[in-house]
Nanobody
Framework: QVQLVESGGGLVQAGGSLRLSCAAS????????MGWFRQAPGKAREFLAR????????YYGDSVKGRFTVSRDNAKSTVYLQMNSLKPEDTAVYYC???????????????WGQGTQVTVSS
C-alpha cells in the first residue's frame, strides 16, 4: 500500500510559478510510474504529465506542454510538478498518482493523493 501526500499548492497570480511535491511512503517508490492530474469544479479529471521509473522518460498533456515539467527523486520518494506561466484556467485541485501502466488514463493508476488546491488569479 502506497500513501501519497501532495504539497505546494496555493494562490498565485497569472504568469507566476509553483512547484508541487508529492511524497510517497509505504512502498517501493522507484517501482511505480507516476502521474499528475487535476480536476476543476464541474469538470472531468484531466491528465497533465507522467514519468517513468527512472525519471528519464516523461510525457505531457497538450494543455500543459511547454509550461509544466515533471521530475522525480527516487532517493526522496518524491515526484514534482514545476508549473510555469500559470493561467487562470489552471485553477484546480492537483493530484499525483502511482501505478504500473504507462498511461494517460486515471483509471490505470492505483494510488492517489488527497490533492492540493492551486488557484491562479487574473
Amino acid at each position: 500500500q502506497v500513501q501519497l501526500v501532495e504539497s505546494g499548492g496555493g494562490l498565485v497570480q497569472a504568469g507566476g510559478s509553483l512547484r508541487l511535491s508529492c511524497a510517497a511512503s509505504g512502498g517501493t517508490f522507484s517501482s511505480y510510474l507516476m502521474g499528475w492530474f487535476r480536476q476543476a469544479p464541474g469538470k472531468a479529471r484531466e491528465f497533465l504529465a507522467r514519468i517513468n521509473y527512472s525519471g528519464r522518460i516523461t510525457y505531457y498533456g497538450d494543455s500543459v506542454k511547454g509550461r509544466f515539467t515533471v521530475s522525480r527523486d527516487n532517493a526522496k520518494s518524491t515526484v514534482y510538478l514545476q508549473m510555469n506561466s500559470l493561467k487562470p484556467e489552471d485553477t484546480a485541485v492537483y493530484y499525483c498518482a502511482a501505478g504500473s501502466t504507462w498511461s494517460d488514463a486515471a483509471v490505470q493508476y492505483t494510488y492517489w493523493g488527497q490533492g492540493t488546491q492551486v488557484t491562479v488569479s487574473s
